[in-house]
């Protein structure tokens, strides 16, 4: 189901590489289980991916910092910093996308793990190919934009309306750029991406499967509480009242 | 809660005071009763001799009885009378005083008695309450031998006054009713309260708010506040026990799930195309499976499962579902159906589950129907076992094992989540042979 003309476009759309050529696509793995570690580096180093790993929260975070990573795989349970506090501490730093890895799979570690700014979640154990396909619709994310493979998917009218204002809020759809009353909104890509998805049809529902499936490329076996947290996220980001809940159905953008 | 239940509580206790309230007043009644009657009786004796008396002295100065006086033979005389004069004749002197009733009470008799003259001195009184001609009081002395002063005295004021009395006790009976009645009810207001609010709060934590708690706010350390702090004790010893179970149940999975995830990511590396890895993939997948299947129902019963409701197209959904389980398997009726409020994954799980133990247990062709809120699983093979037919599905029980492998958890799963869901879940065997699973999702009508 994956071969490795699809890893390659991967990286290929990841935007301006450092050094030359396709330089492969740069993970970090932080888990203490010392044969999940190799054996999750051995799988994805066969998918073409670049792997660092870390056996605990801070050297996981040692390890962030020391090189540059395009996709983070976290451990929940970690000795000395958790996953879940190494989550924070990471998006204080840098929009990086994040994969927690949860072996208890209860209802708190999921949210405790999406409030902390991850962007999806697995129960372990997962198999190797449903991780790397969770990765590259996390990378598919992290690397959309005016060339990006996503921009054309939601068929967004971009020239020359690609200033999009709600209120104070201004999001550039051809600059990746939102503002909130003059000042830049750093946001992830996941909640940029949920975003975009928003000012396309403003004051309009969306429901919460249909964006589990545009924004996180989730069918019915998703996980509804992602976008839940995601909204929560945006919201502390962009301003409460922005995004109104309509009960039972979804989300929507308040225009004015 | 309704108000107009003849068992509440408060209707109860309303005619619980309203019994002891009649109570109270049919002694009090009584009582009174019977002392006015006592004293109309005394009044009636005294006024009786009196003329007696009088009529006495009268016949003693003049030979003759006054007009309104009767002279009688002892013949003429009314039967108690006469006894009452025998009786005097044979002890001596006194009073007698009797009713129509026939009891006799000899009452040492007032002023009457002490100022009558010496010689004969015995009057005999006797109240006639008998019918035809009731009410009267007789009085009657011997002044000579076989000849008796008798006198007749209308005692119907003081039997039309006890009756009078009579009716004001029982119209003050009703009232004080119309008042003590609603009061009461009233009255019980806030011990419903409370027992209304206890019995939201225990509906609460059966309901999986296993934070609610009655509290025992008040000052009333009465019996409702002891049963109060009682169930909070419950409440919490429950929530403990539970929270203690669910972080087992964390911890197992945790404990398994670690292992297992190294496995199947070294397993993943082994080469494709070699017969041993394939086994190895196999029975880890095997293990897999039951690892989720038995964290999955421990995780059910300790109740820690709740439903993320969605509305859900679900024609849709189980289309899609059915489809990924990569069986061959026939799905009719799923176009068009509209919205129902479930929970996919829960729903997911179930179907799946049934289409697995179809395959496992039955035999082609496998018919997935959805119709309305409900969904039909049928095959053509054997059908379900009479005992699961009757006892539901038990843990690691798979019928006869030429019904194929499995752990038999599958079915218990299904059945635990529809549980959660709301749903019904029944197996049944079709006539024209088969198992057919059905998942009801219409909420229960109330």
């Known amino acids: 189901m994956t071969s490795k003309a699809q890893v390659g476009s991967v990286s290929e759309a990841r935007g301006p590489a450092p050094g030359p050529g396709p330089a492969p696509v740069g993970v970090l793995v932080v888990e203490d289980d010392a044969t999940i570690r190799r054996a999750v580096q051995l799988a994805l180093e066969r998918y073409g991916y670049r792997v660092d790993v870390a056996a605990d929260g801070l050297g996981g975070l040692e390890a962030f910092r020391a090189g540059a990573h395009d996709l983070l795989i976290l451990d929940v349970m970690l000795p000395e910093l958790d996953g879940i506090g190494l989550c924070h501490r990471i998006r204080e730093e840098s929009p990086v996308p994040v994969l927690m890895m949860s072996a208890r799979g209860d209802a708190l570690d999921v949210v405790a793990g999406l409030e902390a700014g991850a962007d999806d979640y697995v129960v372990k154990p997962v198999d190797t190919a449903v991780m790397v396909a969770r990765i590259r619709a996390l990378l598919r994310r992290a690397t959309f934009g005016p060339d990006g493979p996503a921009a054309g998917k939601t068929g967004r009218d971009r020239a020359p309306d690609h200033l999009l204002t709600f209120g104070d809020l201004t999001v550039d759809t051809l600059g990746m750029e939102v503002r909130r009353a003059g000042a830049t909104v750093s946001l992830t890509p996941t909640e940029l991406r949920l975003l975009l998805e928003f000012a396309a049809a403003p004051g309009s529902v969306l429901d919460r499967r249909r964006l589990l499936r545009d924004v996180w490329d989730y069918g019915w076996e998703g996980d509804t509480r992602v976008v839940d947290l995601c909204v929560l996220r945006l919201r502390k980001k962009i301003g409460s009242g922005r995004i109104e809940t309509v009960r039972g159905f979804g989300y929507k953008l308040v225009r004015g | 809660m309704n108000h107009l239940n003849p068992r509440a509580l408060r209707w109860k206790i309303a005619a619980l005071a309203a019994a002891a309230c009649c109570a109270v007043a049919a002694v009090i009644g009584f ?29 003693d100065r003049t030979g003759k009885a006054p007009a309104d006086i009767d002279v009688r033979s002892r013949a003429e005389l009314p039967k108690p009378l006469a006894r009452d004069l025998a009786t005097f004749k044979a002890t001596g002197t006194g009073t007698a005083t009797g009713t129509g009733t026939g009891t006799e009470t000899g009452t040492e ?53 006890l009756q009078l009395l009579d009716r004001s006790i029982v119209k003050s009976v009703l009232a004080a009713l119309l008042f003590v009645v609603p009061l009461a009810a009233l009255a019980t207001e806030p011990i419903n309260r409370r027992l209304r609010h206890g019995a939201r709060t225990a509906r609460r934590i059966a309901d999986g708010d296993l934070d609610a708690r009655i509290g025992t706010a008040g000052r009333a350390r009465d019996e409702i506040t002891e049963m109060a702090s009682a169930v909070d004790d419950m409440a919490a010893a429950l929530q403990r026990k539970l929270e203690n179970e669910r972080r087992f149940t964390a911890d197992v999975a945790h404990e398994l799930r670690t292992p297992l995830m190294g496995l199947v990511t070294a397993a993943g590396l082994l080469p494709e195309d070699d017969e041993a890895a394939g086994l190895v993939r196999d029975r880890l997948r095997a293990l897999n499976a039951l690892v989720e299947d038995l964290l999955e129902i421990s995780r059910l019963d300790a109740g820690a499962e709740r439903a993320r409701l969605d509305p859900v197209p679900l024609g849709e959904l189980v289309a899609d579902v059915v489809r990924r389980t990569g069986t061959d398997t026939r799905v009719g009726g799923v176009d068009g159906g509209g919205l129902v409020e479930t929970d996919p994954r829960r729903v997911e799980r179930i179907v799946v589950n049934l289409v697995t133990n179809a395959h496992r247990h039955g035999a082609a062709p496998v018919e997935v129907t959805v119709t309305g809120a409900r969904i039909t699983v049928r095959d053509h093979g054997p059908g379900f076992p009479p005992d699961l037919l ?25 059945q635990g989540q529809s549980e959660v869901l709301g749903a019904r879940l029944t197996f049944a065997n079709a006539p024209d042979g088969g198992a057919v699973a059905t998942l009801d999702l219409a909420p229960r009508p109330a």
């Not at chain 2, 004293?39 to 009268?58: F, P, S």
């Not at chain 2, 005999?124 to 000579?144: E, H, I, L, Q």
């Not at chain 2, 194929?404 to 599958?410: A, C, F, N, Q, Y």
């Open chain 2, 109 to 161: 008799a007032g002023t009457g008695t002490e100022t009558g003259p010496p010689d004969t001195g015995a009057y005999a009184t006797w109240y006639d309450a008998d019918p035809p001609n009731w009410f009267w009081m007789w009085g009657a002395v011997a002044v000579a031998d076989d000849r008796f002063l008798v006198v007749r005295d209308d005692m119907s004021t003081e039997v039309r006054s």
């Open chain 2, 390 to 414: 009757e006892r539901g599905p038990q843990r690691f029980r798979t019928g006869a094992s030429e019904r194929g492998r499995g752990h038999g958890l599958g079915l218990t799963v299904a």
């Open chain 2, 31 to 59: 009582l009174v009763h019977d002392a006015t009657r006592e004293r109309g009786l005394r009044v009636g004796t005294d006024r009786t001799l009196t003329r007696l008396i009088a009529a006495e002295r009268e016949y």
